[in-house]
């Protein structure tokens, strides 16, 4: 059997006012069906710039995206994309905004009153049934990213792609959503691509974490495979021997590795200490 | 629930300034609502008053050859005699239809297949009359406005090259003064608009056009820029969902556009009301404009207490005008302006 989504080799070039720049270099990933990967880098290294090319946003310069054995390269809804800033239609309401997407992917799929039924749902998978008439504007920030995820839901995509879900998101309410999502796929078991900078949300939502090297010419640094049986429950793994040491191995990645320059590595070392500091908090 | 929503209907229509009297009405927080009355009608009660008493004095010292500057109480005069021959002007309109109708039917009785004449009556406008047509002139020309200034807006928003390609132009087009306008209109007008029984006078087209040409770009702007600096995420959604290129325009770039349309159609209307004035006084549009112009000939020793009056008249309306434009913002676009 043919892997389900191909990221083939793909590199892409920015024209600039200097002379192309090259942000990716031959990134190449291969993703089985139902599988949660996480892409982690330094901001700027572009990660999103992967997301985008499989969400068919950007064209790459090389290489191809390919979704069961059929090459993509324009958006559309099997690839359906959560973004960052939520974006949802501030002038349509929670339940509008599902709406639009589920009346404009199942055009002549699903009868009205189906249509209904699946935009109730998603609204209840994502345990927003009870805001569904109210405006973007009148709900909390993770409530809006909870719609955005239900509107992303509700394209039934082969594959979920999410640029920094909740990196807008206070640490409480980003704890929250995430365990929301774990809950979700294990329901669901769809195959996700999530972008994060947060070690811990990688380590705990993935079953595999891409490490992308520093840009220009960003390629995948290393793959670490999280072999940690779900469903997963964050207290337990804060002092889960196996967690750790999956964290230790990304944050060593970033900060020693692939250091930025701004930190040189033997100002970085710290950064590893966290991971001692949460097993003393955690055993007192 | 019912105070609530009419409190919330007062303040998107522009009366917030009521809001306080009502909750002290129902004796909410009396000292707080005293507090808000004051600070709401009463600075400004005191503001007009020393206005008032400031032009009170000044007009007593100006001298002019049509007599002293009236001061407001001679406006106040001026106002209810505008207002007595209105209503003699009504009376006397009403006395013609009556006795065209006895005339009528005094000959339809002698003979059936009499041949009746029902003329329309030809007094002159009064002062409503002029500012209703004054209201109707400037509508009419800021709807062709932005029927004109909004889908090139959004084209303009749409198309960088096109913007690129076009502001040097609006940029050219827009400080032009109505008055240089006006004579070009005039003689466009009269050349191509030919027609033995005219639906409209041309004093009318010429005006409503004047309005057009200076208050479209405001929108036109306002729209392209609104229309040009959409959230690009909002654009991904409707290329992921993979709407056509209508209904992206449609459900996506305009009404996210529409607080940005707006602000330019309110500040068009303001415009709009300005240079309406100005071309009503050389076309001769029977409104406001001409009112002003004609009492200015006229020279009598009321005339200045009168274009005083008109004066007035103007800013009220322009500021009723900006308060409707305020409230169809508020009601219909989808930011807290």
Redesign the interface.
């Known amino acids: 059997m043919s892997t389900y989504l191909d990221i083939s080799q793909i590199s892409i070039e920015f024209p600039t006012k200097t002379g192309p720049f090259k942000a990716l270099d031959k990134v190449d990933l291969k993703i089985d069906r139902g599988e949660f990967i996480s892409l982690i880098g330094h901001s700027g290294c572009g990660k999103s710039t992967v997301l985008n090319i499989v969400?068919?946003?950007y064209e790459a310069t090389e290489g191809a995206v390919i979704l069961e054995s059929k090459e993509v390269n324009a958006?559309?809804?099997d690839?359906?994309?959560v973004?960052q800033?939520h974006?949802l239609?501030?002038?349509l309401t929670v339940y509008q905004n599902v709406e639009?997407?589920v009346k404009?992917?199942f055009k002549g799929k699903k009868s009205k009153a189906e249509m209904h039924q699946w935009v109730e749902h998603n609204l209840a998978l994502v345990h927003m049934s009870h805001a569904s008439h109210k405006?973007p504007?009148e709900i909390s920030g993770g409530m809006k990213q909870r719609v955005g995820i239900a509107?992303a839901l509700a394209?039934e995509p082969k594959v979920l792609l999410m640029d920094e879900p909740f990196g807008a998101l206070d640490a409480l309410t980003r704890a929250h959503l995430q365990d929301a999502l774990m809950e979700i796929q294990a329901e669901l078991n769809n195959t996700v691509i999530l972008i994060t900078h947060d070690v811990d949300e990688a380590v705990l939502l993935s079953d595999r974490i891409v490490m992308m090297t520093n840009g220009p010419a960003a390629r995948v640094g290393e793959i670490l495979n999280i072999d940690l049986p779900r469903p997963r429950d964050r207290l337990a793994l804060a002092d889960n021997s196996d967690y750790n040491h999956y964290r230790a191995a990304v944050l060593t990645f970033l900060h020693q590795k692939q250091a930025k320059s701004d930190t040189p590595p033997s100002q970085a070392k710290p950064a590893i200490a966290p991971v001692a500091d949460v097993k003393k908090a955690v055993g007192a | 629930m019912f105070k609530q929503n009419t409190l919330h209907y007062l303040s998107v229509a522009g009366f917030a300034w009521l809001v306080p009297l009502i909750k002290l009405a129902s004796w909410e927080s009396p000292r707080e609502q005293l507090q808000e009355i004051v600070r709401l009608i009463g600075l400004p009660l005191i503001a007009i008053l020393v206005f008032l008493a400031i032009w009170s004095t000044a007009a007593s010292r100006i001298d002019t050859s049509l007599g002293t500057f009236p001061g407001p109480t001679a406006v106040v005069t001026a106002a209810q005699g505008l207002y007595q021959e209105h209503l003699a002007e009504r009376e006397k309109a009403v006395a013609f239809y009556e006795r065209q109708t006895k005339r009528n039917d005094a000959k339809l009785a002698k003979n059936p297949d009499a041949e009746v004449k029902i003329r329309d009556y030809t007094g002159k406008p009064t002062y409503f009359d002029q500012i209703f047509t004054s209201l109707i002139t400037v509508f009419t020309g800021f709807l062709v406005a932005s029927l004109i200034a909004v889908p090139i807006g959004i084209m303009c928003g749409l198309s960088p090259l096109l913007n690129t390609a076009i502001t040097p132009i609006i940029q050219i087009l827009k400080p032009v003064s109505p008055l240089a306008w006006l004579p070009l209109v005039t003689m466009v007008v009269s050349a191509v608009y030919v027609s033995d029984d005219p639906a409209l006078s041309k004093s009318f087209i010429n005006s409503a056009i004047t309005v057009t040409l200076c208050c479209m770009w405001p929108t036109l702007i306002n729209t392209a820029v609104g229309v040009a600096n959409i959230?690009k995420?909002?654009i991904?959604?409707g290329?992921?969902?993979?709407?056509g290129w209508f209904?992206r325009v449609h459900?996506?770039a305009i009404?996210?556009a529409?607080p940005m349309i707006f602000t330019g159609l309110r500040i068009s209307l303001g415009i709009g009301w300005m240079v309406l004035i100005a071309a009503e006084m050389l076309a001769q549009n029977p409104g406001l404009g001409k009112f002003v112009w004609d009492e200015f000939q006229n020279g009598s020793s009321e005339s200045l207490a009168r274009i005083m009056v008109a004066v007035i008249t103007i800013g009220f309306v322009g500021f009723i005008l900006d308060s409707f434009m305020h409230t169809l913002h508020k009601v219909i676009?989808?930011?807290?302006a």
């Open positions: 969400a068919g946003l958006p559309g809804p690839r359906a994309v973004f800033h974006s239609f501030p002038w639009l997407a404009q992917v405006l504007a509107r394209m | 959230d995420d909002l991904n959604v290329r992921v969902i993979q709407l209904t459900k996506i009404p996210a529409l676009a989808h930011d807290e």
